[in-house]
């Protein structure tokens, strides 16, 4: 059982890894893009703040160990998370290979939820926890298209009422903005994804009986944290070339609002013990601010090829877990 649990702990770390290069990459793309932050500086800042940000709260680790099924109530527990979490490892690394900014939140609650039908039958999922936890994942980048427009629109509004400023004197501050808004997303990014690792593993460890309650205990905070963290000081170069050029030209000005909003709604979200998809919310505060500028320059095809990954993302991960299930419970007995 300790064996197992060791290799459990240790998948989970590696998907907390690879969001780290997968997904942080979202957080830093623009400011790197529009030259506010070196490369360098810019992973190493977020690597730093993301491991602030997992340590802050618990809410949304409790929130995916528990709302999907009750860890408690089925067998074969630790298989069911052996194969969720290879699941979610294979899709974020196909995902990152073509540069594409898929969800790790879309693929581990799918994945989840295919393990489970797989181990334990369609009845122990919990449909209601599901429905919401997909509800969310669906309406948040929604919600961040829309307030990124917002925020936008009311930043143009006031520049425009301060009268003419220079171009290149507007650049220059919304540059410096950029750091305080890159620092503040990181940070928001830590704090919502890293715990989907921690929810995982209290998941296996209430399944497995080492505990009874859905706490997340202090050392699968630092665990998973430092795991995010190192992920992140790797970079996610793929990614950051699709966010920062295959969208539409972001300037200081969208940079900074993108940013911003992208930290409003994930906060919220983390708050509410609720994950998201930092891909979703930041992709689509990009649109949305840049949409405000030039609405005809974003490249749509870009968009739909995007769109159309994150539509197939849950149900290919419910498949593929299913899948992998099966083959480790036929060499397990």
Not at 141 to 150: H, Q
């Amino acid at each position: 059982m300790l064996t197992i649990l060791i290799i459990i702990v240790a998948l989970a770390l590696l998907f907390d890894f690879i969001n780290g290069f997968h997904d942080t990459a979202n957080a830093i793309a623009t400011s790197i893009s529009t030259r506010a932050l070196s490369p360098r500086f810019a992973v190493m800042m977020a690597a730093v703040l993301n491991f602030i940000g997992a340590v802050f709260s618990s809410e949304v680790a409790k929130t995916v160990g528990g709302k999907v099924a009750n860890p408690a109530t089925i067998d074969n527990g630790m298989h069911i998370v052996i194969a969720a979490l290879l699941s979610a490892i294979i899709w974020n690394l196909v995902t990152w290979y073509f540069g594409i900014p898929s969800s790790s939140s879309h693929t581990l609650i799918g994945s989840l939820a295919g393990s489970v039908i797989a181990g334990a039958g369609v009845s122990s999922v919990n449909w209601s926890g599901f429905k919401e936890i997909v509800l969310i994942l669906v309406l948040s980048p929604i919600v961040a298209f829309a307030t990124g427009f917002i925020v936008m629109w009311i930043i143009k509004r006031i520049i425009l009422a301060t009268g003419n400023q220079s171009r290149t004197k507007m650049n220059r501050v919304f540059r410096s903005l950029q750091v305080v808004s890159a620092a503040l997303l990181s940070f928001s990014h830590g704090g919502n994804d890293a715990q989907k690792a921690m929810g995982i593993i209290v998941f296996a460890l209430v399944a497995m009986q080492y505990q009874t309650e859905l706490d997340v205990p202090l050392w699968v905070k630092f665990a998973a944290a430092t795991a995010m963290g190192l992920g992140t000081s790797i970079g996610g170069w793929r990614i950051i070339k699709t966010m920062s050029k295959k969208l539409i030209k972001i300037e200081p000005i969208n940079g900074f609002a993108s940013d911003l909003n992208s930290s409003i709604v994930i906060q919220v979200s983390t708050h509410m013990g609720m994950p998201l998809s930092t891909t979703h919310v930041i992709t689509s505060s990009i649109i949305g601010t840049g949409s405000v500028l030039r609405f005809y320059d974003v490249k749509w095809a870009t968009v739909t090829r995007m769109i159309l990954t994150w539509i197939i993302t849950i149900p290919i991960s419910i498949a593929l877990a299913y899948v992998i299930y099966k083959i480790i419970f036929m060499f397990a007995s």
